[in-house]
């Protein structure tokens, strides 16, 4: 089994996908991305089912899609499985039925009780799927496309109409799933947790572009820019006014780096449970801290800067804490802190050894 | 008792109706899938003569379909030249037009039934290697098929119960153009209650029965989903 290549460009109205992505042999890829920037256009582009006008799609020796060439395989060629976000069952067969639907009739049996059975589906076999749950529908569908053996597997929000409580159920019996299935698996979702459970690559998408593609602790752990950082779920953001050698200045206050940023950087951020209150001797910025909510394991601390600017702090449950309304002075490690332009353009404009001349924060670490 | 000419006017009632439908179909299918997904701007245009025959007066209708379908009517002269026989006060002139007459009954609920499909589904079927066709056969018309008997039993029933098309363009020739309608018509004027109401009970336990099968069917076929 080889790779899947994708190089597309796709031009609407007002909407524009551009994409250079190429998935390994096997594991899971998570898009994720906000609603409308693509990932779902994305993931119909590969299974077939949209044209783009510009580029190429390869899965192995096989073109699927060459618009020079023009070449365009539809979906029935492609051989791939599909779990559309609703699930898209035939709501007019039987789950046994719907599982055979992809299946010659020789095969169709021995497949379908397979999957039936893999998928702990086989009571249910001779049901409709309209009296069926969210996660026996999930099942379903993935023992339906999973049955005609694909050659990539695309998931779209897999777990949106199912509810949160099932999530983990699901994420894990998913990934028990695919773990022994050789071949590229797709998922798009807003969902970090989904990205950060099941994927072993993350993409994220913004407006159509792929902004930053990589091994999802990595993606996690040192976005390419604002924009990204947001999206995956960084909160504290102190905007830079002023570079002024090492030193970064801002209405906020100033910090002073061990190296000097470079000239596009627009943005420090910190993940809230790297924050600390300065222990005597350190240097910090002086906040109020507005409100402490308890989580149990950890307590958030909402803190405000004097210009405004909100600042998380997680810390251990069990570690005092000066009382809401109390004037504090925030550490914060410059080791955790990185700089970040707002935004980026696609990775095809912006290959990697630019990020690293722009980013010593992400050199610093990685 | 009935007599052979009202029994006579019963079996073209039926042949006539179950030829429309049947022609209907096969011209509504398609048409109704062309409205339920094209962006073409000739829609609207296609949408309204479609739906001309719900609001015409039967007798206007009827009028122009006379005209176009006599012998000095283009499609009337082609028909002449075709086989020698007129299209006017025939059979298959009357079939013509029941189905101009009943389009609407057929198309419209065929129509709102592929508007209100799961388009993924169709999509799903693609992915799992069915062909258009086989996709359009096993998920697209078995999903529409609450479509589809409305379709057919609309169709069915408005084509039995025309009355004033009938009247111009087929004009009233027993066991060719006489249906039952006319016949009942034709009963009252000349005072024969007893007749006329033979044939009006037949019609109305006709349809009866008729409606409450499809709509048993239905019945079943939604409980047999949802069980």
Same mark, same amino acid.
């Given at each position: !089994? ?10 609407? &109205?007002e ?5 250079? /992505?190429?998935?390994p =042999? ?9 609603s ?31 618009a ?7 979906p029935?060629?492609r ?29 169709r ?11 702990? /589906?086989e009571?249910?076999?001779?049901r ?8 026996? #529908?999930? #099942? ?27 999530r983990?159920?699901? #994420?894990?019996?998913?990934? =028990? ?9 797709l ?6 947790e ?10 994220? !998408? ?10 999802t602790a ?7 820019c604002?924009?990204?950082?947001k ?6 953001f ?25 000239? =596009?950087? #627009?943005?420090?951020s910190?993940?809230? =449970?790297?924050?600390? /209150? ?17 989580y ?14 909100i600042?998380? !702090? ?13 004037t504090?002075?925030l ?13 980026i ?10 990020? &690293? ?6 050199s610093?670490?990685s | ?31 109704a899938?062309?409205?339920a ?6 829609k ?16 206007v209708?009827?009028?122009y ?18 086989t020698?026989?007129?299209?006017s ?39 799992? @290697?069915?062909?258009?066709a ?6 697209v018309l078995?999903q ?13 029933a408005?084509?039995? @119960?025309?009355?004033g ?5 087929g004009?009233n020739?027993?066991?060719e153009t ?24 037949l019609?109305l336990?006709f349809s009866?029965? *008729?409606?409450?099968? *499809?709509?048993?069917?239905?019945r ?8």
């Amino acid at each position: !089994m080889t790779q899947l290549d994708i190089d597309i460009e796709l031009k609407r &109205k007002e909407f524009q996908l551009d994409l250079q /992505i190429s998935l390994p =042999e096997s594991g899971i890829t998570a898009l994720l991305g906000p609603s409308g920037s693509g990932k779902s256009t994305a993931l119909r582009v590969i299974a077939g089912l949209e044209k783009p006008q510009q580029g190429m799609i390869k899965r192995g020796q096989r073109t699927w899609f060459d618009a020079e060439k023009k070449v365009f395989l539809p979906p029935q060629q492609r051989r791939l499985g599909m779990v559309f976000q609703d699930y898209a069952l035939f709501e007019h067969l039987t789950v046994a039925e719907n599982v055979a639907y992809g299946l010659p009739k020789e095969a169709r049996d021995y497949h379908v009780n397979y999957w039936l059975k893999h998928l702990h /589906i086989e009571e249910y076999a001779e049901r409709y799927p309209a009296n069926l749950s969210g996660g026996q #529908r999930q #099942r379903v569908a993935l023992a339906r496309c999973m049955a005609i053996e694909p050659d990539l597997l695309l998931l779209d929000e897999p777990f949106s109409a199912v509810d949160l409580s099932l999530r983990q159920t699901l #994420r894990y019996q998913l990934k =028990e799933l695919v773990k022994d299935v050789n071949r590229p698996v797709l998922i798009v979702s807003h969902h970090l947790e989904d990205a950060r459970y099941l994927a072993d690559n993350v993409g994220v !998408m913004v407006e159509g572009q792929l902004l930053q593609f990589g091994k999802t602790a990595e993606v996690f752990a040192n976005p390419v820019c604002y924009t990204v950082a947001k999206i995956l779920g960084w909160e504290n953001f102190l905007h830079i006014d002023e570079i002024a050698g090492t030193t970064v200045k801002g209405k906020w206050g100033s910090l002073t780096l061990d190296e000097e940023p470079h000239i =596009e950087m #627009r943005w420090l951020s910190i993940r809230p =449970e790297h924050v600390r /209150i300065a222990i005597q001797g350190q240097s910090g910025l002086t906040a109020t801290i507005e409100e402490i909510t308890d989580y149990g394991v950890y307590r958030s601390v909402k803190c405000i800067l004097q210009d405004g600017t909100i600042i998380h !702090m997680h810390r251990a449950w069990d570690e005092p804490l000066p009382i809401e309304g109390s004037t504090v002075s925030l550490h914060l490690p410059l080791v955790n802190i990185k700089t970040l332009p707002s935004y980026i353009q696609s990775i095809k404009a912006y290959p990697k050894e630019k990020f &690293k001349n722009i980013s010593p924060a992400l050199s610093q670490t990685s | 008792m009935i007599s052979d000419i009202d029994i006579q006017a019963i079996l073209v009632t039926l042949k006539l109706s179950a030829l429309t439908v049947l022609i209907l179909l096969v011209v509504s299918i398609p048409l109704a899938w062309w409205l339920a997904h094209t962006r073409s701007r000739f829609k609207v245009s296609v949408e309204t003569v479609t739906a001309l025959p719900l609001v015409l007066p039967p007798t206007v209708l009827g009028f122009y379909l006379l005209v176009f379908m006599g012998a000095q009517g283009p499609l009337g002269k082609f028909w002449i030249e075709l086989t020698g026989q007129p299209l006017s006060f025939s059979f298959t002139g009357l079939v013509i037009a029941s189905c101009i007459y009943s389009l609407p009954f057929v198309v419209q609920p065929i129509q709102a039934a592929f508007e209100r499909l799961d388009k993924s589904a169709i999509e799903a079927a693609w992915t799992l @290697g069915a062909s258009r066709a086989k996709a359009f056969l096993t998920v697209v018309l078995p999903q529409s098929r609450r479509g589809l008997i409305t379709a057919i039993v609309l169709g069915f029933a408005h084509t039995m @119960g025309e009355f004033g098309v009938v009247l111009m363009v087929g004009g009233n020739i027993a066991g060719e153009t006489k249906v039952v309608s006319i016949a009942i018509y034709e009963h009252v004027e000349v005072l024969e209650y007893a007749s006329a109401h033979m044939l009006a009970a037949l019609l109305l336990v006709f349809s009866f029965v *008729v409606l409450f099968i *499809v709509y048993g069917m239905n019945r079943r076929m939604q409980m047999g989903f949802h069980q």
